[in-house]
């Protein structure tokens, strides 16, 4: 039973509150009987501190980057590479590489992002879109069959992770328009893009919708790899022939990239908030 802030024992002694229970409610935000309470300007001068501190750590940190290690990574390693593949690989050559690259690497497990990189760097917005769209048709579909092969394993490993599976099992529910929405979100989320390559077909969708969701869910992350691999050829044509960039160019580069890091944090961030969003209307639904 208790009067006030107070409890009161059987003998008729009062107790206080418990101070582990003052300072849940405090941490909560609330204070003593539920009443909400707003943070103290101390508890707000001290967040901003640190995140203040926190920006100039990550702006000297940048400044570190682009002073010393970008200028001796692009003359030790990326210019040396470029200049390989120049010798080794004719245009046609290194088309049918990079295509094949794209194709086949994510059936094997490995990342095609520096093949995506070189396209761009060697073939720019136009034919590298196109080559890498292409590959990127035969890099889900091989994995997606592959994958109905060992159908019943998969199914074994999504049973060990179910919090993950669950938001990919979206994609095989609901007809051919939900099933390509789910794909295209997940497609865009930060799930692993190889592994849904695999997992996809054990959530029971359809390949249709699977391959037109990918498809669509892909082109933001072509874009991005196409636009580092042009910034990355810029860089280096800068640092191979010991010139600065002109003014313009500096701040083409820099408002390019942070338009394109922008924008693909905010879609990023719409789809894991729309799959979260589906995921709990569906658990409503099941309840």
């Known amino acids: 039973m208790t009067y006030g802030g107070d409890r009161v024992a059987e003998n008729g002694d009062y107790v206080k509150l418990m101070e582990s229970e003052l300072e849940d409610c405090e941490a909560d935000g609330f204070g003593v009987g539920g009443v909400q309470q707003q943070p103290s300007r101390g508890c707000r001068f001290w967040w901003w501190a640190r995140m203040a501190i926190l920006a100039i750590f990550a702006a000297v940190l940048a ?61 720019g917005y136009g034919f590298g879109f196109l080559l890498i769209f292409g590959g990127v048709v035969m890099g889900i579909s091989l994995p997606y069959f592959v994958g109905s092969l060992f159908y019943h394993k998969i199914q074994g490993w999504l049973e060990k992770y179910p919090k993950k599976a669950s938001i990919i099992r979206l994609s095989g529910q609901g007809n051919w328009f939900y099933q390509c929405r789910d794909v295209t979100l997940i497609r865009i989320s930060p799930f692993p893009y190889i592994i849904y390559n695999y997992c996809a077909v054990a959530t029971n969708v359809k390949y249709g919708p699977y391959l037109l969701g990918s498809l669509v869910g892909i082109v933001p992350e072509i874009f991005v790899a196409i636009y580092t691999g042009i910034l990355i050829r810029t860089l280096a044509d800068a640092s191979h022939d010991r010139h600065s960039l002109s003014a313009p160019q500096i701040i083409f580069n820099v408002l390019g990239f942070c338009a394109t890091v922008a924008t693909t944090i905010v879609v990023t961030i719409y789809a894991k908030r729309r799959l979260n969003e589906l995921h709990k209307e569906e658990q409503l639904l099941l309840q």
């Open 63 to 123: 400044a570190v980057v682009l002073i010393w290690v970008a200028p001796f990574f692009m003359d030790e390693v990326i210019i040396p590479v470029i200049n390989w593949v120049r010798r080794t690989f004719c245009t046609p050559m290194l088309a049918v590489l990079l295509f094949a690259s794209v194709a086949i690497f994510p059936t094997l497990l490995l990342p095609s992002s520096p093949a995506m990189w070189v396209a761009g760097m060697t073939f």
